[in-house]
């Protein structure tokens, strides 16, 4: 039960940053770019990009609009608003931190045994 | 504060499921299109395309659950369809239902009758808003006065809010036409 919340929450990261960096996306190219960023760890389930999605929705973190997609096809795009900006950059931080200090502290106790 | 605004947005949305389901429908048609037309440009039959982009997606029903879940309250809404389905089965069976109403009435009127008379004999205490202030009065020492004498001074006094009476009255209680030893006094 705990690895899906760490998932979710590590989907949720990836596709706010994927969509700050490529702009507005519909959820196939953002499940598209995110497993090709990420090394495949997606390409099992693209359908779990929707609840992610909706959920950042109802946070207010995205929001979304109905449009056209490259080959004319009716499809619904997210766009980051501006305290889905702000959350991205927070929890970007809040992560980099996690991973220096566990980081340390392995490399430290390596020369200990 | 984003879990409240979600919350909210999750009980509204327990009112517009059929605009909803329409959205979720037309969005993950979307993505097959789309995955499919991907897997078409890259050789593959349009068959297998649309085959390869359901698999990838996981399952269309599969999503769908998910996103309910995500969506709506899912603990109230299988409440209120539960609820739904037994209102059906209950119209479905007018004896039963009579029956059930009936009964359930009667309960709570002899529950209501029992309670009331107990609260007012029993529990609720009298109107007095305050014991200091209540007196006893005698006319000569302790003797008995007259009833005409008692309601003269009830209505006709001007110190007292109200005045009441009462008599005591000395019972024997028979039993099985055996004179009882046990004498009742009030």
């Known amino acids: 039960m705990a690895k899906t919340d760490v998932w979710q929450g590590t989907l949720a990261l990836m596709v706010l940053r994927t969509l700050e960096t490529m702009g507005p996306q519909h959820g196939y190219g953002l499940a598209r770019r995110i497993e090709q960023t990420s090394g495949a760890q997606l390409s099992v389930n693209y359908g779990t990009i929707y609840p992610a999605l909706l959920k950042l929705e109802q946070e207010g973190y995205v929001v979304s609009e109905w449009g056209a997609s490259d080959n004319n096809r009716r499809a619904k795009f997210y766009r980051l608003t501006r305290s889905g900006r702000r959350q991205v950059a927070r929890i970007a931080g809040e992560w980099q931190q996690t991973t220096a200090i566990v980081t340390r502290f392995l490399a430290s106790s390596e020369g200990s045994s | ?186």
């Open chain 2, 1 to 186: 504060m984003k879990y409240v605004r979600a919350g909210f947005r999750r009980f509204r949305n327990l009112f517009r499921t059929d605009r909803l389901e329409r959205d979720l429908a037309d969005e993950l048609e979307a993505h097959l299109q789309l995955h499919t037309d991907d897997n078409v440009r890259a050789g593959m039959s349009p068959d297998d395309a649309r085959r390869h982009a359901l698999l990838s997606l996981g399952g269309v029903e599969s999503v769908k659950e998910h996103y309910r879940d995500r969506r709506g309250i899912p603990m109230l809404e299988v409440i209120l369809k539960d609820l739904g389905f037994g209102l059906r089965l209950l119209r479905k069976q007018p004896a039963f239902t009579f029956g059930a109403v009936a009964a359930l009435t009667i309960g709570v009127a002899v529950n209501v009758l029992v309670f009331s008379i107990a609260n007012a004999l029993v529990i609720r205490p009298l109107p007095i808003s305050d014991p200091g202030q209540v007196v006893r009065a005698y006319v000569d020492g302790y003797s008995n006065t007259p009833y005409a004498d008692y309601v003269d001074y009830r209505d006709r006094n001007q110190t007292l809010s109200g005045l009441a009476a009462f008599a005591n009255v000395p019972l024997v209680v028979r039993r099985d036409g055996l004179r009882s030893p046990y004498r009742r006094r009030p």
